[in-house]
């Protein structure tokens, strides 16, 4: 019997029909917000007292040339010996205690916070003398992921979120974080609305009321390093108002203001709205660590 070829119609109404499945990974939220659970710096191991040294990396932005600058310095500090107050030797690497970086910065960041020294075996080859950006254009401009633009909230910045996890991340979350024992490390967008900071911080998950510990860190990269109109926000939904958060003494000045002065208080504010009632919140994020777009729309 011959097979009778199939149809390029039927085909491209096949792709057509998957893609409109496909939908941006969404957030979850959390029924309460434990100011002593989740991925935090009080929580983790680097915040003992008995530390002699903390040493905090902030990583900048720049595309590939900033990841590979990052990578250097923590070579470096590999490679660098101190002796302590109590004259035992150690390396300078073994004392960071924070990571925190944007754009391409985050990548470097995110990696050794997941890998501590395997990153040094193989960094190079799977990410850094990649071409990245050309994957990206490649899976832009291939006809197979078109139908996957069409559908609501997934754009090119969820599908550089898939590469990076395909190439880098496999799949690991904050909750991977949250589990060893490495530096803690912080990644960050930025609100261009307001112009605050959003690190990927279960503080500020708090706010959202949501759960950190469910994010890729593929997610995080791709918000941090989205520039606007080249890629996509990412979107996190936000659930402020449903899990019990009450702000911190410290910050009750500002968000109790009717103008806050500071951009990151007045963030905090419109997200501590709900407080109360129900206020579920569609953020979209992206940019360059700087440049973040930012829609929110209120719900009943």
Known sequence: MTRLPTPAWLILALLLLLGG??????????????????????????????NENLVILAFSGGGTRAAAFSYGVLEFLRNTEVVGPTGKSSRLLDHVGVITGVSGGSFTALAYGLYGDKLFDDYEQRFLKRDVQGDITF?????????????????????????????????????????????????????????????????????????????????????SSAVPVVLTPITLNNYGGTCGYEPPAWIQPFVDASDPPRPAARATLICCLGRGTRCCLDWPISGEGRSLYSSIKRRA
Do not use: K, M
């Open 139 to 223: 899976r832009t401009l291939n006809p197979a992921y078109w139908p996957s633009f069409w559908s609501s909230g997934w754009g090119r910045s969820e599908l550089a979120a898939d590469l990076y996890d395909e190439i880098l991340f496999h799949g690991a979350t904050f909750g991977d974080f949250n589990r060893g024992n490495g530096p803690f490390i912080i990644a960050s967008a930025t609100d261009i609305s307001t112009g605050a900071r959003l690190p990927f911080t279960q503080a500020t998950f708090d706010v959202l009321c949501s759960d950190l510990n469910a994010i890729r860190l593929s997610r995080a990269a791709a918000a």
């Open 21 to 50: 499945c496909a939908s941006r990974p969404v957030n979850p939220p959390i029924a309460h917000a434990d100011p002593n659970a989740g991925y935090r710096f009080f929580t983790r191991p680097q915040y003992a007292t008995d």
